[in-house]
């Protein structure tokens, strides 16, 4: 059977005020809408999918790959000078 991927890089930006980043949804805009049929392999990406391992966890588990889990970062720009702030870290 084959394996199906469906993930989008980022959510909606319905709740984001570029102007208020302090004041907006910015939970909603980095959420990222993910479905997986991976057949033989039922609890691969375990409750709480991130893009940043779901090729890693794809290769290895079907093609023997050997990608390490990386940290789950997320990151908000601050200013015009591509200023980046690190908002949180889940492991």
């Known amino acids: 059977p084959p394996v199906i991927v469906l993930f989008a890089d980022h959510g909606s930006g319905a709740g984001l ?4 980043l302090e004041n907006s949804d910015l939970d909603e ?3 990222t809408l993910f479905a ?3 057949p033989g392999h ?8 991130t ?5 890693g966890a ?5 093609l023997g ?3 390490a889990t990386q940290p789950d970062l997320q990151f908000r720009l601050v ?11 889940r492991e």
């Open 17 to 20: 005020d570029w102007a208020d």
């Open 29 to 31: 805009r980095t959420a």
């Open 36 to 38: 997986a049929l991976t």
């Open 42 to 49: 039922r609890e691969l990406f375990g409750d709480a999918p």
């Open 51 to 55: 893009p940043v391992n779901l090729l």
């Open 58 to 62: 794809l290769f290895n588990a079907y």
């Open 65 to 67: 790959g050997t990608f």
């Open 79 to 89: 200013d015009e000078q591509l200023h980046f702030a690190r908002l949180t870290v």
